[in-house]
């Protein structure tokens, strides 16, 4: 994996991804709030294990990822952890400490998706949510500016 530095404009985030730009994203309209992760999802990715681990979701995104395309991103170093809590922010829910993130951009880049995944301390994932990606934007957008860390662009995944 290559690391990326978070201080990437936020156009370059959104090229990480091949999404179209869209500044006025749905913040003000009501942002998708982190979704915690269904039942169905830790049977389909959690082989002996009790939850969905950064290991097992990792091979569902590959193998998403070799169906739909896109490109796989895994948030590490602090950028994990100020993603999830300026996310929180901006759908004004209580902060959660995560180890990582992970998130699989898909589609055309003018309706592209990004399934998100947030990792706890445990290692296990804590939520999926499926945002467009105009969302995911306006929230890297709005932590971009103070941020330190790493971002790896999962082509080596």
Same mark, same amino acid.
């Given at each position: %994996?290559?690391? *990326?530095?978070?201080?990437?404009?936020?156009?370059?985030?959104?090229? *990480?991804f091949g999404l179209h730009m869209q500044t006025?994203?749905? $913040?003000?309209?009501?942002l998708t709030a982190p979704q915690p992760v269904?039942?169905?999802?830790? =049977?389909?990715?959690?082989? =002996?294990?009790a939850c969905a681990t950064v290991a097992s979701v990792t091979e569902k995104m590959q193998a998403d990822r070799r169906h739909v395309g896109g490109k796989i991103v895994e948030m590490t170093n602090g950028v994990d952890q100020q993603f999830a809590d300026q996310w929180r922010r901006l759908t =004004?829910?209580?902060?959660? +400490?995560? =180890? *990582? $993130?992970?998130? +699989?951009?898909?589609?055309p880049a003018s309706n592209a998706?990004?399934?998100t995944v947030e990792f706890g301390e445990n290692g296990c994932a804590l939520t999926r949510t %499926? $945002?467009?990606?105009?969302?995911? *934007?306006?929230? $890297?957008?709005?932590?971009v500016a103070g941020g330190s860390g790493e971002i790896s662009e999962g082509q080596s995944i």
């Open positions: %994996m290559r690391p *990326i530095g978070i201080a990437l404009a936020t156009a370059s985030w959104a090229a *990480i006025s994203a749905a $913040v003000d309209g009501g269904n039942p169905d999802f830790i =049977k389909a990715t959690a082989s =002996k294990a =004004k829910l209580p902060p959660v +400490h995560v =180890k *990582i $993130v992970l998130a +699989h951009g898909f589609g998706l990004v399934e %499926m $945002v467009d990606g105009d969302t995911w *934007i306006a929230i $890297v957008d709005a932590m």
